[in-house]
Nanobody, 128 residues
Framework: QGQFVESGGGLVQPGGSLRLSCTAS????????IGWFRQAPGKEREGVAC????????VHADSAKGRFTISRDSAKNTVYLQMNSLKPEDTATYYC?????????????????????WGQGTQLTVSS
C-alpha cells in the first residue's frame, strides 16, 4: 500500500512563492500519473495539476496556468508544485495522489479520474 506525505505549506504574502513537496513511499510513483489537488474551507476539492510517467507531460488547471508548475524527481520519489504569484484565493489544503490506472502511460493525465494514496495534505495560507 502506497502513501504520500505532503510538505512545504505555510503562510505567504500575496505575490509570494512557495514550493510544495509530495514524497511517496511503498510504491514507485514515477510509473504513475500524480496529481496535486486543493480544498478550501467550504469548497469542493479541485485539481490543480498533474504529471504523467516518463517525460512528464503536465496538465495545469486554468487557475494554475502561468503561475504553478508541477514537476517530479524520480530519484527522490517526489513530485513538486512550484507556486508563484500567489493569491489569497489559493489558500487551501493541498494534497497529492496517484492515478493508479495511468501506469506507464504517456498520454496526458486527467485530474477528474479516480486517484488513490491520498496524503494528509499541507496547508497554504496566502494573506498579508
Amino acid at each position: 500500500q502506497g502513501q504520500f506525505v505532503e510538505s512545504g505549506g505555510g503562510l505567504v504574502q500575496p505575490g509570494g512563492s512557495l514550493r510544495l513537496s509530495c514524497t511517496a513511499s511503498g510504491f514507485n510513483s514515477k510509473y504513475y500519473a500524480i496529481g496535486w489537488f486543493r480544498q478550501a474551507p467550504g469548497k469542493e476539492r479541485e485539481g490543480v495539476a498533474c504529471i504523467t510517467y516518463g517525460d512528464g507531460v503536465t496538465v495545469h488547471a486554468d487557475s494554475a496556468k502561468g503561475r504553478f508548475t508541477i514537476s517530479r524527481d524520480s530519484a527522490k520519489n517526489t513530485v513538486y508544485l512550484q507556486m508563484n504569484s500567489l493569491k489569497p484565493e489559493d489558500t487551501a489544503t493541498y494534497y497529492c495522489a496517484a492515478d493508479l490506472t495511468h501506469f506507464m502511460n504517456r498520454t496526458p493525465c486527467r485530474m477528474n479520474r479516480p486517484y488513490d494514496y491520498w496524503g494528509q495534505g499541507t496547508q497554504l495560507t496566502v494573506s498579508s
